[in-house]
């Protein structure tokens, strides 16, 4: 098999040809999205826009098998055992909240406990918090080892106190950081826990196997997998899925309603109310599709590769603090320029042309235990190149020695 | 220190701001010239002291923290203020708008249009909603210290 041709790979992303001049580092809060997937979504609103499951019309069905194809796509990417354990949301954020709430009222009982990690997304800690706080169910933290990995021994004793779910991110965030998935869901499954994963960050990484990672929910937003915006998975096995109260209630997830009772449909749709993002789900099962065609592991190269340089040259700067670890990093470097606030090199990066995040990433609780108050980070794509890096590098340094002046 | 102090320091630095550094910022030719020239402005301020930066001062919708004082002389009804932040271009900025409204009576504030002189400094950009910057949320905090009628 020929190599990764980055040159190729981003040929395909018209972005790259509208806004030449810029450096995109911004990967990890949302991704481009390829010609695969424009096409895809505007040949549906062209050629086939109806909607689902209810039309007595031939493009009424069309667009649901359509739809449905791009659900059984996007399980089979995820070797879920079924297609209807893809729920169809709006992101991980969604996904998240239902399945917070959705526990809440069949698995988790006042008194019980959860446990969550230090570094985790706003997103996976607030709904759990909301409800939690209603319910009565207490919130553990697996604190992190020095070099801000997840404190395994830590994980193993709360593990011990015997809560009833557990929900980790898969990659974090702000660091970067591979968490080590497989290790974690084995030991909360023999500790009797539900397991949920983020994925939000671990599914543009790799192509994650459900049945063999064993995880009761995996959840991710597509747009960070050059997708569109708006919407998501909520992955879960069908005897969890079952489990969850749906947050949504409206049309399309109902069996039969009178005003004295509301019988609900079967999975998927009864999780998944109201019209649903039809586009969305066809754009990123195209997403998926096209993505299909590399090689993971020369995509991982290639990233390496930029990562590798980024640190050799992030090395050569002064005053610069990393907070993330090069191995085990999925492609995300959280760093600091030295009694500068990241919000000032975050807008001197700006004045040329790259784009990178500063601030807290919705990860405060992470930052509080870091005792930083936030940081910049640049987060790398398959599509980004040695020439992004070398850019990033100068612009990282001409902004140093604009603030040391 | 007492906020008497605080501003005794304050308006001197701002009122030199105004009169020479703001045709220094029109005049920059490249940004990295108009960036050393912002990045100095808030060195000018006096710090405000940890013990003072209560967080009813804080100005929300900022990435970085920034407080604002204000004081008014009923007397002579002027309006003046002291600011601190954590970054330095957002504080260079925030020293930028005060200079222009500090010292101004209450009709005058309350006419301002600091929206307007932004542009005029060619720094309008830096006031547009989408920008977590703070800036936006300091000109209402600053309008807002104009006394109900
Ligand atoms: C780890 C993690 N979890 C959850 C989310 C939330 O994703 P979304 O905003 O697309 O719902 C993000 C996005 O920033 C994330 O990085």
Known sequence: MPGFDVQQFRQQFAFFQQQPNWVYLDNAATMHKPHAVLDAVTAFYQQHNSNVHRGAHQLSQQATVLFEQARSNIAGYLNAAHPHEVIFTSGATAALNQIAFGLMHTLLKPGDRILLTQLEHHANIVPWQLHCQRFGVIIDVVPLTADHGIDLVAYKKLLALGPKAVSFSHISNVLGHIQPVAQMVALAKAAGAVTVIDGAQGIVYQQPDMQQLDCDFYVFSGHKLYGPTGIGVLYGKTLWLDRLTPIFAGGEMIDTVSFVNTTFNKLPFRLEAGTPNIAGAIGLSAAISWLQKYNTNQVQQHKSLLLKEFYNGLAAIKAIDILSMPVHNAGIVALNVRGEHPSDVAELLNQQQVAVRSGQHCAMPLFSYLAQQGAVRCSFAAYNTLDDVNRCLLALEQAVEILTA | ?149
């Open chain 2, 1 to 149: 220190m007492t906020l008497e102090q605080l501003l005794a320091e304050t308006q001197p630095a701002l009122l030199q701001i105004k009169q020479q550094d703001l045709a220094d910022i029109t005049a920059a030719k490249d940004w990295q010239s108009k960036y050393r020239v912002l990045m100095q402005l808030g060195k000018k301020l006096p710090p405000v002291p940890e013990k003072m930066k209560q967080p009813h001062l804080l100005v929300k919708g900022c990435e970085s923290r920034a407080w604002l004082m204000h004081y008014h002389d009923k007397a002579q009804d002027k309006h003046f203020f002291v600011l601190d932040s954590e970054a330095r271009i957002v504080k260079g900025l925030m020293a930028i708008m005060l200079c222009l409204v500090n010292g101004m009576t209450s009709a005058e504030l309350a006419k301002f249009d600091l929206c307007h002189k932004f542009d005029q400094l060619n720094l309008k950009p830096y006031l547009s909603q989408s920008r977590g910057n703070g800036l936006t949320a300091m000109a209402e905090r600053i309008k807002a210290c104009c006394p109900a009628k």
